[in-house]
C-alpha cells in the first residue's frame, strides 16, 4: 500500500503561481509513477503531469506544459507541481496518484493508477 497526502492548495490571481507537494508513504518504489491530475467542476478528471520515479522522465498534458513543471526528491518520496501563469480555467481539485511504470506510463489512464491522494483545491480568479 501507498499513502499520498497533498498540500499547496489555495488561491490566486490569475497569472499567479503555486506549488503542490505530495507526500508519499508506504510500499513506494522505483517501479512507480507519480502523476499530478485535476478534476474541475462539472467535467472529468484529466492527466496534468507525469514523472517516472526511476529514471526522472516526465511527461505533460499539452495544455501544460511550458507552464507547469514536475519534479521529485526520492529521497523524501515526495512530487511537486509548480504551476506558473495559472488561469481561471486551472481552476479544480489536484490529485496526487502512484501506479507501476509498466502500467501507467504509455497510457497515463487514470484507471490504472493504483493510489490517490485526497486532492488539493486550486482557484484561480480573474
Known amino acids: 500500500q501507498v499513502q499520498l497526502a497533498e498540500s499547496g492548495g489555495g488561491s490566486v490571481q490569475a497569472g499567479g503561481s503555486l506549488r503542490l507537494s505530495c507526500a508519499a508513504s508506504?510500499?513506494?518504489?522505483?517501479?512507480?509513477?507519480m502523476a499530478w491530475f485535476r478534476q474541475a467542476p462539472g467535467k472529468e478528471r484529466e492527466f496534468v503531469a507525469a514523472?517516472?520515479?526511476?529514471?526522472?522522465?516526465?511527461q505533460y498534458a499539452d495544455s501544460m506544459e511550458g507552464r507547469f513543471t514536475i519534479s521529485s526528491d526520492n529521497a523524501k518520496n515526495t512530487v511537486d507541481l509548480q504551476m506558473n501563469n495559472l488561469q481561471p480555467a486551472d481552476t479544480a481539485v489536484y490529485y496526487c496518484?502512484?501506479?507501476?511504470?509498466?502500467?501507467?506510463?504509455?497510457?497515463?489512464?487514470?484507471?490504472?493508477?493504483?493510489?490517490w491522494g485526497q486532492g488539493t483545491r486550486v482557484t484561480v480568479s480573474s
Open positions: 496518484a502512484v501506479g507501476l511504470a509498466l502500467k501507467v506510463w504509455r497510457s497515463l489512464d487514470d484507471r490504472d493508477f493504483d493510489y
Open positions: 508506504g510500499r513506494i518504489t522505483y517501479t512507480h509513477v
Open positions: 514523472i517516472s520515479r526511476s529514471v526522472g522522465s516526465t
